[in-house]
């Protein structure tokens, strides 16, 4: 097996050439076909080989990009959205070639109805910008994955992140988005109202759609108050099955948590030598909770119960921003942590998220089976969404340990399945995880090629992504 | 213009007669051709006159409907899926006759996962059939349209209710369903896991589907824990504006209320009458915190401090279950109290969403056409999520009365949606509302024929709703 099933797909290189030419005239110096501005667009953070589009344009307008999707569709040219190029499962790759449309140049917040608790704003403000603007006005926005993600990009991949426990994911945060279609004509999904009946759900259905029925570009968010008391704190146990008991616990408890993470021993002593930190080397818990001075004194008191419950150390829980940084960053930070612990490695970040219930298990029967196959594996995770991810670090010129890498995530996927869990938690499908997306869904697969199809008959946006178009 | 907007579709009456006579051979005295039954599968709590489906056939098994729906299919005669009756814009009629499936035979809970805090049912259950089960385990469902309607119509119609300012709509609790789709095959829309990013969202898809796409024939749901304090009260007003500001503000300093319902004062003076109350003759907020002790304590007293600012009186909170029930009781006795008010009447249960900065001037504006038109037109709503429900009594012989209603109701819709609202936060579509699809939704009602068309390309499944298929 190979770590990423790409999707073979044909280029159409007399299309790709006449559309660009056409393109250069609309776009001039805004259209680059340098090669190391190509590359750069088909980079991300993931393990799976970079596949370069033909040209990279900067839109900064919905209708640019429906000029570009317009034209494309003409020559029947392939279109890839590129926002922070964050993506772990190769989802700003041009398997066929194409345009790539950089969207980092539509970042304008257009509105914050401070009333209505929601943002309307461009697909390029990222998640850090928002929440600067947005903090003199007492709200912001939670969806935190671990880069500093372009919101569109965020919509698109349906992330998540740390705040997901309480929050929800991006699925429950867009209110609308406005998307040029694959014929280039502009869709808004939705109203502004927080709920609706009206009609199918097109806002879910672009949400996680990873660009391939639609380019988003401009989106409406709910916006949260911030809270008047947040507390947070580290939690150690002697096993991941007393951490994950303890989250179960507590969230049967109805303990509204705001966050609550898991980094296991590994990745605790990884972010011990990364950020300075001096945790035991211990399976260990951060929590946060959101809420007044005397809501949260209570909660982090009834989760403290809970803990010690199952062997859990004493909270030592931190109020002030500063403290409460530095911890999160920690949190952040484990990414480079990973890398820093073992130069040379590449990070292959898996995810995969299972019903709470099935969590210890499902964490435990993949630590042994990195162990056995002598992996350097460190686990983190949203354990109050029953997501982690598990990142066997590689040296990608050992074909042996690329393959023990890849016998073990192909036996977390299955697993993760066989537990009635999701093959993706938040990271998408693109190329990385299509040949689960069958595995997972069996005739939700055809109706989302149906569904494909029926909206983009010439497989033109973002090919070879999500779906297996012919069956 | 007419109340409803019926779409003419053409009746196959050889093939409806064909796959009755063969439905008759699999399913026996589960099919009835009996005039009276299928009145009664027609009949809803709508204005919109009955339209009989050709016979009615009580499933029992997901296989049950998959046999109903291949047969149909094969046949090209349609299927309408019903559950407790209880729509409201004549979802369950039969335009072009056809196969009513009643699935209220399908009624058991399958699997309570505490742990997971998710239950797996079968359709047919309602939604206080469920809540009585949960009840000795601390679990409750939330969600709770006015009718005691069953969990899967629930889901079709993406319906809400009271606590959907806490804790979402059917959108937010639905984990996944089973459901047949036209060509009889059985997709299964995702798994256990509370959150994914694989894929399509095809759980949203069907959720608010209104039974166009697919037969819900299973369904998993989220659950909430019972929490251990709940106080609900009343809050009287001088008007309805000081109502909403009152409902923004606590809805902007995080305030989390489990419910917050308006009543005119028009509407709380029916239930006066109807449930032997006494409240002043005024716009009333009834308001219900979920927490432990002192966190609701702290909400109750910051609620009251919000309320004083715009002239609410005080509130009596109270917590046993008994006067809460009281309380919710007359809440949820909103319809009968309105049609006993006006004897003879029938009440046109309307229903609007807007962003909930525009409520205040939406309700208003509502109120005085209704003046201007002399209807008696009592409004209730759940003010939380900016949804409100005008509902003009009529008498339905009058024909002056019943065009000063249509007028008020289109004038109503066209302010909604110039509100940045949808034409409809619960209800669903159906075909009342057929004709503001396309305003509200423009391009996208479009893409959802288009969708509709990729799944159900004979127009065979609750044909006649939602979505005009040939444009």
Aim: with cysteine.
């Amino acid at each position: 097996m190979a770590l990423a099933d790409l999707e073979r797909v044909e280029k159409n290189v007399d299309g790709i050439q006449t559309a660009i030419s056409i393109l250069k005239q609309r776009f001039g110096e805004r259209l680059s076909t340098g090669q190391s501005l190509r590359e750069q667009h088909a980079h991300t953070t993931t393990y799976i080989p970079s596949q370069l589009p033909d040209a990279v344009i900067f839109a900064q307008l919905t209708q640019d990009v429906a000029d570009i999707v317009t034209i494309c569709a003409q020559h029947k040219v392939p279109v890839i959205p590129f926002g922070t190029g964050t993506s772990l499962e190769g989802g700003v790759n041009a398997p066929a070639g194409g345009i790539c449309i950089d969207l980092m140049q539509m970042n304008e917040i257009l509105a914050v109805n401070e009333e209505d608790l929601d943002v309307t704003l461009q697909p390029g403000v990222t998640r850090e910008e928002l929440n600067i603007e947005l903090r003199d006005k007492g709200l912001f926005f939670p969806i935190d994955p671990g880069a500093n993600a372009s919101l569109g990009g965020m919509a698109a991949t349906r992330a998540s992140g740390t705040n997901a426990v309480r929050y929800g994911t991006m699925r429950d945060n867009v209110v609308n988005v406005t998307a040029v279609l694959p014929d280039g004509s502009i869709v808004k999904t939705g109203a502004r109202a927080r709920k609706s009946s009206s009609g199918y759900d097109l806002t879910r259905l672009l949400v996680g759609s990873e660009g391939t029925l639609g380019v988003i570009t401009e989106l409406t968010l709910k916006l949260h108050g911030i809270p008047e008391q947040i507390s947070a704190g580290a939690c150690q146990f002697e096993t991941v099955e007393d951490a994950c008991n303890t989250t179960i616990l507590a969230m049967q408890s109805g303990l509204p948590m705001a966050r609550i993470e898991l980094a296991d021993a590994l990745m605790t002593q990884m972010m011990n030598a990364y950020s300075g930190l001096d945790y035991a080397a211990k399976p260990t818990l951060f929590i946060e909770f959101h809420g007044t001075k005397r809501g949260v004194a209570e909660q982090t008191e009834l989760f403290g119960d809970i803990a010690a419950e199952f062997g859990g150390s004493d909270v030592l829980w931190v109020d002030s921003t500063e403290a409460r940084s530095k911890l999160w960053k920690a949190r952040h930070d484990a990414y480079p942590a990973m890398l820093a612990w073992r130069p040379g490695c590449k990070g292959i970040a898996t995810d995969a998220c299972v019903p709470i219930s099935r969590l210890a298990d499902c964490v435990a029967e993949t630590v042994r089976d990195c162990e056995e196959r002598g992996l350097v594996a460190p686990i983190i995770g949203h354990v109050g969404d029953g997501n982690f991810h598990v990142s066997p670090l590689i040296m990608m010129d050992d074909t042996d340990e690329v393959a023990r890498a890849e016998e073990m995530i192909e036996r977390l996927n299955l697993r993760t399945l066989a537990m009635e869990g999701t093959c993706t938690g938040e990271h998408g499908i693109g190329q990385g995880k299509r040949r689960y997306l069958k595995l997972e869904h069996g005739v939700g697969a055809d109706v989302m090629a149906a569904i494909k199809r029926s909206i983009d008959p010439d497989n033109l946006m973002n090919p070879g992504k999500v779906v297996t178009v012919h069956s």
